[in-house]
């Protein structure tokens, strides 16, 4: 099979458009013919490496994908050849303390798709049966892998591990990126009012067209938390959706007293300097989370197939032109998520 594969950490030119040997099904995995990938932030992060990454080379990228079934190994009950089918890339035992408890993306041996294992930049891939879901008739494999991460991840930050309802205000820190993005989404069908904090009046824009209803610009607020204080009549908002990190202080003083502060990655730096007077002063709480557990995955699918969630999609690019698709994601103009075709 076709796959991009890369020996070595580096930038956009250490991946390669090559041959790699089709994995098979084997016991309790299926085989499935990938007709489409979405890009992620962590496909740049992994490519690039961080202290204590070891990866079995070559690696293929990718945690988002979808396609048909093109085998099933022995004992996979659930599925037959040509069913089509999207991936959870939640990479879980099974049998530990947390997966019996339903919580198997906390997962003692967890492993993310494309991170630790090889992905979905490929024509082929091999999965757990318990990694697929269905995609129905009317919608296409591109908008199902689009979908995948960043609505579980959206998902389980704002409605399983936050609790959001009706009628709270949320503030997004950050106009763009997929799961930002998926948070305005959520946070509205959940009933929330959203405040969005972004870097330009274009992001901004996006940002209202997905429904966002107050919009502050960073370029020209910089003391954003101000901002929010007075909007709010001095209140604060009940919860902030910080995935930038390094704008933790003033996500703190955006905050109202008992506000929820939900964190799932650092698009900006993961370490700054934290004043503790505001948690224990304004009895804040800072709930951190990743990725999703397998019943928030269907949930969030299925709002996608019923149309209450929209996956935004910008470019598509042939398989073997991934560098290509991830010096496009690293420049970060994109609006919602770029896909690879794979024929
Ligand atoms: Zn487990």
Known sequence: MKAILFYTHGGPEVLQYADFPMPEPGHGRVLVRL???ALNRMDLLTRLGWPGLRLEYPHIPGADGA?????????VSQWKVGD???INSNLSCGRCEYCVAGMDNRCRTWQLLGETQRGTYAQYISLPEQNLFPIPEHISERSAAAAALVFQTAWHSLITRGGLRPGETVLIVGASGGVNTACIQVSKLAGGIVYVVGSSAEKLEYAESLGADFLIDRSKEQNWSRTIFE??????VDVIVDNVGITFPQSFRAARKGGRILT?????GAKFEID???????H?????????NRKDFSTVMELIYTGKLTPVLDADFPLEKAALAQE???QGKQKGKITLSIA
């Open 276 to 282: 503790n007077r505001y948690i224990f002063s304004k």
């Open 328 to 330: 496009y994601l690293a």
């Open 284 to 292: 804040l709480t800072i709930i951190g989370s990743s990725m999703a």
């Open 231 to 236: 909007l709010t009549g001095k209140r604060g």
């Open 264 to 268: 799932v990655g650092n698009t900006g």
């Open 84 to 86: 089509r089918v999207v």
């Open 35 to 37: 007709k489409a990938a």
């Open 67 to 75: 396609g048909e079934v093109a085998a099933v190994g022995e004992g």
